[in-house]
């Protein structure tokens, strides 16, 4: 806008010059003078009046998303639970709601959203597992949801997760890990999450932390943090991550709500995930969540976009039973 202006303005400045060259030099220095002046202050006018104008955006933008917790501007797509990739290898079921392994989607929604690069529901079956493996660059995050996982890595980590338990690789410049069920009655369900760090080539690194149910009920707990938004390292802080993503994670009981107060300023992208309690969604109840209009049931997605901080976001428990899911707060670079 300010440029098209400044510019027709050069133009017409040109244009008048040319025409009184042609007259006489005396009155071209007059005009130029009074050229000179009047654009001095229409620029001091013009800077002026666009700093009141933004004043004035920045207040309303403000007034209003502090005034409804889920903004008008939100644009919602859907994840159905059973349109994401899905695998049945008999000793790991799983959902991929990004691209991953065999599972292609073009979609730009499917490749990544923010620096979120992978988000994959696993279900691994008795005695069996991941055998080692090798990872670079990648955070790599595992929410266990039920049952035990074991975790065995290169740097020397040996543990077994449980549930709420989250388990945190930063892969940087390589690692190589194995993820096994030992248990020999139960199956281990969890979620396995990867986001790209805004550096590369960091040093590896591994840690590991416990949420409970009772601090999840009815609230939103900061699981990952952006390490610049991190504070002080506290029993309860999160995890500190090399990304612009903040991860929180709620079990909402049916008719309470949360608020989520967007973590940053300026345009993000909010991913929600209602985690399942069985293999498939159940055709009546379960679990679900509202968002804006749309709601989502056992292992829906949601992409948010359209929100910018400062703002709220809320969310409804409108099933009949608790929902645990994750909520996701990300810069809007693509992965
Ligand atoms: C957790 O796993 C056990 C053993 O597989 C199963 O009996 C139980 O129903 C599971 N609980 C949930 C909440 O999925
Ligand atoms: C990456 O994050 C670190 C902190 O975690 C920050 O100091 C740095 O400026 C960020 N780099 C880029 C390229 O955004």
Same mark, same amino acid.
């Given at each position: 806008?300010?440029?098209?202006?400044?510019?027709?303005?050069?133009?017409?400045?040109?244009?008048?010059?040319?025409?009184?060259?042609?007259?006489?030099?005396?009155?071209?220095?007059?005009?130029?003078?009074?050229?000179? %002046?009047?654009?001095?202050?229409?620029?001091?006018?013009?800077?002026?009046?666009?700093?009141?104008?933004?004043?004035?955006?920045?207040?309303?933008?403000?007034?209003?998303?502090?005034?409804?917790?889920?903004?008008?501007?939100?644009?919602?797509?859907?994840?159905?639970?059973?349109?994401?990739?899905?695998?049945?290898?008999?000793?790991?079921?799983?959902?991929?709601?990004?691209?991953?392994?065999?599972?292609?989607?073009?979609?730009?929604?499917?490749?990544?959203?923010?620096?979120?690069? %992978?988000?994959?529901?696993?279900?691994?079956?008795?005695?069996?597992?991941?055998?080692?493996?090798?990872?670079?660059?990648?955070?790599?995050?595992?929410?266990?949801?039920?049952?035990?996982?074991?975790?065995?890595?290169?740097?020397?980590?040996?543990?077994?997760?449980?549930?709420?338990?989250?388990?945190?690789?930063?892969?940087?410049?390589?690692?190589?890990?194995?993820?096994?069920?030992?248990?020999?009655?139960?199956?281990?369900?969890?979620?396995?999450?990867?986001?790209?760090?805004?550096?590369?080539?960091?040093?590896?690194?591994?840690?590991?932390?416990?949420?409970?149910?009772?601090?999840?009920?009815?609230?939103? %707990?900061?699981?990952?943090?952006?390490?610049?938004?991190?504070?002080?390292?506290?029993?309860?802080?999160?995890?500190?991550?090399?990304?612009?993503?903040?991860?929180?994670?709620?079990?909402?009981?049916?008719?309470?709500?949360?608020?989520?107060?967007?973590?940053?300023?300026?345009?993000?992208?909010?991913?929600?995930?209602?985690?399942?309690?069985?293999?498939?969604?159940?055709?009546?109840?379960?679990?679900?969540?509202?968002?804006?209009?749309?709601?989502?049931?056992?292992?829906?997605?949601?992409?948010?976009?359209? %929100?910018?901080?400062?703002?709220?976001?809320?969310?409804?428990?409108?099933?009949?039973?608790?929902?645990?899911?994750?909520?996701?707060?990300?810069?809007?670079?693509?992965?």
């Amino acid at each position: 806008m300010t440029d098209t202006t400044t510019e027709q303005q050069q133009q017409s400045t040109t244009s008048t010059t040319s025409l009184i060259t042609a007259k006489s030099f005396a009155a071209l220095i007059t005009v130029l003078a009074v050229l000179a %002046v009047t654009l001095a202050f229409s620029t001091s006018l013009r800077s002026a009046l666009s700093s009141a104008l933004s004043k004035t955006t920045t207040t309303t933008t403000t007034t209003r998303s502090m005034a409804t917790a889920s903004p008008a501007a939100m644009k919602i797509t859907k994840r159905p639970w059973a349109a994401r990739g899905h695998a049945d290898h008999d000793w790991l079921y799983t959902y991929h709601t990004f691209s991953f392994a065999s599972y292609y989607s073009p979609h730009p929604l499917h490749q990544s959203f923010g620096p979120l690069r %992978v988000i994959n529901e696993d279900r691994v079956k008795p005695t069996t597992g991941f055998g080692t493996h090798s990872h670079a660059e990648f955070l790599i995050f595992s929410y266990i949801v039920n049952g035990t996982l074991e975790h065995r890595d290169s740097m020397g980590n040996l543990e077994n997760l449980k549930r709420g338990e989250v388990q945190f690789t930063s892969a940087g410049t390589g690692i190589r890990h194995s993820e096994y069920n030992r248990n020999d009655k139960d199956e281990v369900h969890f979620l396995q999450i990867w986001a790209k760090p805004n550096k590369s080539r960091l040093t590896p690194h591994y840690e590991t932390k416990k949420f409970t149910d009772e601090q999840k009920k009815d609230n939103l %707990v900061r699981i990952m943090e952006y390490t610049e938004r991190l504070g002080e390292k506290t029993d309860t802080s999160p995890i500190g991550l090399q990304a612009d993503l903040s991860m929180d994670a709620s079990i909402l009981s049916p008719g309470k709500s949360v608020t989520h107060e967007v973590v940053a300023e300026g345009p993000r992208k909010i991913f929600l995930q209602l985690i399942m309690s069985g293999r498939a969604q159940p055709k009546d109840g379960g679990a679900k969540i509202k968002v804006g209009d749309t709601v989502l049931g056992e292992g829906d997605g949601a992409y948010i976009e359209g %929100v910018s901080g400062p703002g709220k976001v809320q969310v409804e428990s409108v099933g009949d039973k608790p929902a645990e899911f994750l909520l996701f707060d990300m810069g809007p670079e693509d992965a």
